[in-house]
């Protein structure tokens, strides 16, 4: 027997450690993008446009003489800013509900559930092209699609758990000792879901990511000339047969993002399988 | 003597009680217990003993009958809430009966602020005290539940449903999770307990030893009636239904009665 916190300890696996200094890599150069590049994003120069990436430009630059490197820089801030706080968002709406469907009394539960339902069932670029044609794109806007977007998935994952935790003795014991069943839910349920929220966390992050590219993609994100990841792409793609930069280098910045996001998650998912399996052999 | 709780003529059907798979698990079963006394119910898995033993708690509502308390009858969520501060249940599990992500010190205090029984000053020390009284050392409130074996948990578990100073314990099987040199120990935990406490015990059990060493009176309990009832020692040394004398003599080491026939009662 030891004396010492199972919750003291990191249990850092290689998934952990890769995708955490990728991504590292990627919020450093968003956020001090300085350091990377001192282009201004926003700089145009009609001497140079569409010239291929080279010392001067790594990225290249595009059709108005932008560099690259700048924009994809200065464009991943406001991307993963977006992407944090629809991730967030998500996530807590997510398991509110998700908690509802179970402990809530039967009226509620069942109306959560159909929600769910109904939500999973719903193509979700489809319904951002139906909102942001009835109201102008703005990133609250942006926002409320993402955690539209991503609220039922974590729900179901929520619901899942508690649903089995439901049926344990201790929520029974707490139940017979008179605690109220808010608290319950909070204070004894909810730590034991948490672990999954943390790997959904990393995994919602990455979904965000790709949702907001695809959003600014489509012209119903970050509006232009702001630049943002979806955004670079959608100006070069009229180049793409003659300029394969102005896609493919912001392209690769939305892949190594949201890889590094997934190994992080799969990395946090076998990290609490084995500290899961730690405790049932003890 | 009113009894402390007193259930009546109780039934349970699982599932729809027309449908051809309703499972009665309690047929007609009374059982009364007054303060002070161990009361032990024996009988086989699936015989009805737990499910007893929720109704009484009211984790689990019966289909007929009533219980009592003090002589009045529970009938709404006040009355049940009510109960619970002075009937508190133990749990078979030991593993999964006590929250994984709550320190012991957290889960044993919890009751006390919830119901405002002390001030938050005093908590701790009561913590320490309820720890020490079944035999733990005071420094186990700061584990968390994977930290402790088997045995420590289940002293946990008994420390938590006496922190409301309830005047009966149902202990649901508690030891048949533990290794033998174990449960005497928490057997023995569990008179010293009672004499100390002068509460009342309902023993739930299938292990006739255990029952004989620690109850006054005992209910033998098979497919989910009562076959017989009464003190401990006269049951046991004159047992009057087939069933009870089956059990009697499946007891290893038991003085093996040529006369009763290790049959299955046709019931």
């Known amino acids: 027997m030891t004396s010492t916190g199972i919750t003291g300890r990191l ?59 700048a924009r994809v ?28 469907a179970v402990f809530a009394p039967k009226p509620v539960r069942w109306s959560v559930e159909r929600a769910i339902d109904i939500q999973l069932a ?11 044609s009835a109201v102008r794109p703005s990133t609250i806007v942006l926002i409320l699609l993402m955690i539209l977007a991503g609220w039922a998935a974590s729900a179901r994952v929520v619901r899942s758990i508690a649903l089995q935790e439901r049926g344990k003795d201790y929520v029974k014991a707490a139940a017979v000792l008179g605690i109220p069943k808010l608290r319950v839910v909070l204070l004894h349920v909810f730590p034991t879901v948490w672990p999954s929220v943390v790997v959904l966390a990393a995994m919602q992050m990455a979904a965000m990511i790709v949702f907001e590219a695809t959003l600014s993609f489509l012209g119903m994100g970050i509006q232009p000339p702001t630049p943002s990841w979806g955004g670079i792409m959608l100006d070069g793609k009229n180049y793409i047969t003659s300029s394969w930069w102005l896609t493919t280098l912001p392209g690769l910045a939305i892949l190594v993002t949201s890889l590094s996001l997934i190994l992080i998650g799969e990395g946090l998912q076998k990290r609490s399988l084995f500290l899961r399996s730690r405790e049932s052999d003890s | 003597m009113t009894p402390i709780i007193d259930a009546k003529n109780i039934t349970k059907v699982f599932g729809a009680s027309r449908s051809p798979h309703a499972a009665r698990a309690l047929n007609d079963v009374s059982v009364d217990v007054y303060p002070g006394e161990t009361v032990g119910v024996v009988g086989e898995s699936g015989s009805g003993k737990t499910t007893l033993a929720r109704i009484m708690i009211g984790i689990e509502s019966a289909t007929k009958g009533q219980v009592y308390k003090d002589g009045h009858l529970l009938e709404s969520r006040v009355d049940w809430r009510n109960l619970r501060l002075n009937v508190q249940y133990v749990f078979q599990d030991p593993f999964t009966a006590l929250c994984p992500t709550m320190r012991i010190g957290a889960a044993l205090a919890e ?10 000053s005093e908590r701790l020390g009561r913590v320490s005290e309820m720890l020490k009284k079944v035999g733990l050392h005071p420094d186990m409130a700061r584990r968390l539940p994977v930290q402790l074996s088997g045995g420590q948990r289940q002293r946990v578990s008994l420390a938590r449903a006496l922190m409301l100073e309830p005047s009966v314990l149902i202990c649901d099987e508690i030891v048949s999770g533990l290794d033998v040199s174990v449960q005497a120990q928490v057997l023995q935990l569990l008179v010293d307990l009672q004499k100390d406490l002068g509460i009342s015990i309902v023993f739930i059990s299938h292990d006739l030893r255990v029952i004989r060493y620690l109850c006054d009176r005992v209910y033998v309990m098979y497919k989910g009636e009562v076959v017989e009832q009464g003190k401990t020692g006269p ?33």
């Open chain 2, 111 to 120: 009751p006390l602020s919830v119901h405002k029984k002390c001030p938050a």
């Open chain 1, 11 to 69: 249990y850092l696996n290689p998934l952990i450690i890769l995708g955490g200094l990728l991504f590292a890599f990627i919020v450093l150069s968003s956020f001090q993008a300085q350091l990377l590049t001192q282009a201004d994003p926003l700089g145009t120069d009609l001497g140079a446009i569409r010239q291929a990436p080279s010392l001067e430009h790594p990225f290249g630059t595009d059709g108005v003489g932008r560099d690259v490197l």
């Open chain 1, 122 to 132: 719903f193509p979700y670029v489809l319904m951002a092209i139906a909102i942001t």
């Open chain 1, 73 to 100: 820089a200065h464009g991943g801030r406001l991307s993963l800013q977006i992407a944090g706080v629809g991730m967030i968002g998500s996530l807590l709406v997510g398991s509110i509900t998700g908690l509802l």
């Open chain 2, 235 to 267: 049951i046991f040394e004159n047992p009057s239904h087939q069933y009870t004398k089956n059990l009697l003599a499946s007891i290893p080491g038991a003085r093996h009665d040529k006369s009763t026939p290790v049959v299955q009662v046709t019931s």
